[in-house]
């Protein structure tokens, strides 16, 4: 049996952690429409942004805002995840990936912690 984790019916990505990613803390998810106070791009991840929501502060995908609101919910909480942790992949955002580990914990974590194991249909 394959499994597909992929929101979309498109191709499943299996990632396999290769760098630790310790997270940045957990964040409730933001309803479509929430405000979002940004500040200077990030010279690191481009396209991402640190922000407020809501009075936390998180970093935000600039694909995510129009008119200084979020356009879809969005939770930025990021994947604590250890090297050799195999992740599904949901989704790929400017260099960031939103995936599940095996325990069934949703979060980011950034490309350039993972390799690619596995793509199916």
């Not at 498109?10 to 409730?28: D, Y």
């Not at 942004?49 to 502060?57: A, D, F, L, Q, S």
């Amino acid at each position: 049996m394959r499994e597909t984790n992929d929101m979309s019916g498109g191709i499943a990505m299996r990632v396999k952690v290769i760098a630790q990613h310790p997270g940045e803390g957990t964040f409730p998810t933001f309803a479509k429409g929430t405000v979002v106070t940004m500040g200077e791009e990030c010279s690191h991840f481009l396209h991402w942004y640190p922000c407020k929501i809501e009075g936390r502060e998180t970093y935000v995908p600039e694909c995510f805002i129009c008119d200084g609101k979020l356009v879809r919910d969005y939770n930025p909480t990021e994947l604590v995840a250890e090297i050799g942790d195999a992740l599904d992949v949901q989704e790929i955002v400017y260099a960031w990936l939103n995936a599940t580990n095996e325990s069934g914990v949703t979060g980011w974590i950034p490309a350039e912690s993972v390799v690619s194991v596995y793509y199916g249909q």
